[in-house]
């Protein structure tokens, strides 16, 4: 499949590489066309990933994920123009706050009654959002067996049901467990997965390696 | 030991009824002694249970319990004077905002950056907060073993190590296993303890039965 990573940080070149190691064909999207770190990153792999703008990048997925800076985040959607109308947007972005030091927050305007996923949502209203990944750090996405067998919960949210089908098709592909992907129902359900991140920072401060949450019932 | 319980409703008389159990002495704090709650709940018991003012049952306590509802805990607080001094609060309760209807959220001025464990420590320095057991249904809160025999985890967090020291002590009395208690450090660990309850509620919504969270690592 022809799949969009918006963001050429950790989180979408973590989430490229996988992409492309999994025979898709990926484009990794960024302000500009000559942005060094996508193109450091696309002279990696021999085949099956080329870079582009934002704008390109959507225009070439056929779903696209939004890796980018929370604070950024909206603004970089509206460069991808009509590349994003009508697609399934995979949401792993968290508005970060860290204008105020640690521990950090949410941005006050994207949180408790808000989040980041509805705020995109709200922008896009013709592209499906769905919100997902976003609760652990970027190479357990992607490889969630380092962990306990994959045995921790990834949460997924979004107001189209057939999108979040999709998505999570893509997610067991990538290698999430059917039973570990819990549903938390329409975008609202961004406002939970992103503010566990004030939990997150905590356990991670006292937590050594790697770690998830899991449902327990 | 002498326990003040703050508070008459389900998550009050729950921890109220476990610490009778157990042999301690309880009194029930209410905003007046003649709090129909509070006599109706002390009659089920033949002793160690009593009842009285917020000042009375945390002169009485050596801990006391903060069972109160979040948008009152502070005032209720003010009420109990003098009788909270250098006395160790453990802060059950949560910031819940129930006038924008569902889904719930968090008081705005008590999340994010601020929380209700910090905002009552704020409020009286002199008392050790202890954040705990905010994450999860009342009676699991006193029968972990409900679930999974207990393999769950309940966050704790404050100020005073020695304090925390102490309700740790009684977490594992009450039934708490010593690796299902994860310290979160200082009492600014409130915001992700108290926040959390964003995605409690999504998880509720969408869940049959009894679940909690755990950190797995």
Request: proline fraction near 2%; charge should be negative; include cysteine.
């Amino acid at each position: 499949m022809k799949i969009a990573v918006l963001g050429t940080g950790a989180v979408g070149t973590t989430i490229a590489t996988k992409l492309i190691e999994l025979g898709h064909q990926v484009m990794i999207g960024s302000r500009s066309k000559t942005n060094e770190r996508a193109i450091e990153f696309v002279n990696k792999f021999d085949r099956n990933v080329i870079n582009g703008t934002f704008e390109e990048a959507a225009t070439y997925g056929e779903i696209i994920f939004n890796c980018i800076k929370g604070e950024y985040a909206v603004n970089a959607l509206q460069q991808a123009g009509s590349g994003i109308i009508n697609k399934i947007l995979i949401d792993v972005s968290i508005p970060v706050d860290t204008s105020k030091g640690t521990p950090f927050s949410l941005i006050p305007e994207l949180c408790n009654t808000n989040s980041l996923g509805e705020e995109i949502q709200k922008n896009f209203p013709n592209t499906k959002v769905v919100k997902t990944l976003n609760t652990m750090w970027s190479t357990l996405m992607v490889v969630p067996s380092m962990l306990k067998d994959g045995d921790h919960t990834n949460f997924i949210c979004g107001n189209d049901d057939e999108a979040k089908s999709k998505v999570r098709e893509l997610l067991k592909e990538i290698g999430w467990k059917e039973e570990s992907i819990m549903d938390l129902g329409d975008i609202t359900g961004s406002r939970g997965a992103e503010g566990i991140l004030l939990l997150w920072w905590k356990i991670w401060a006292v937590t050594i390696g790697t770690f998830s949450i899991k449902v327990i019932n």
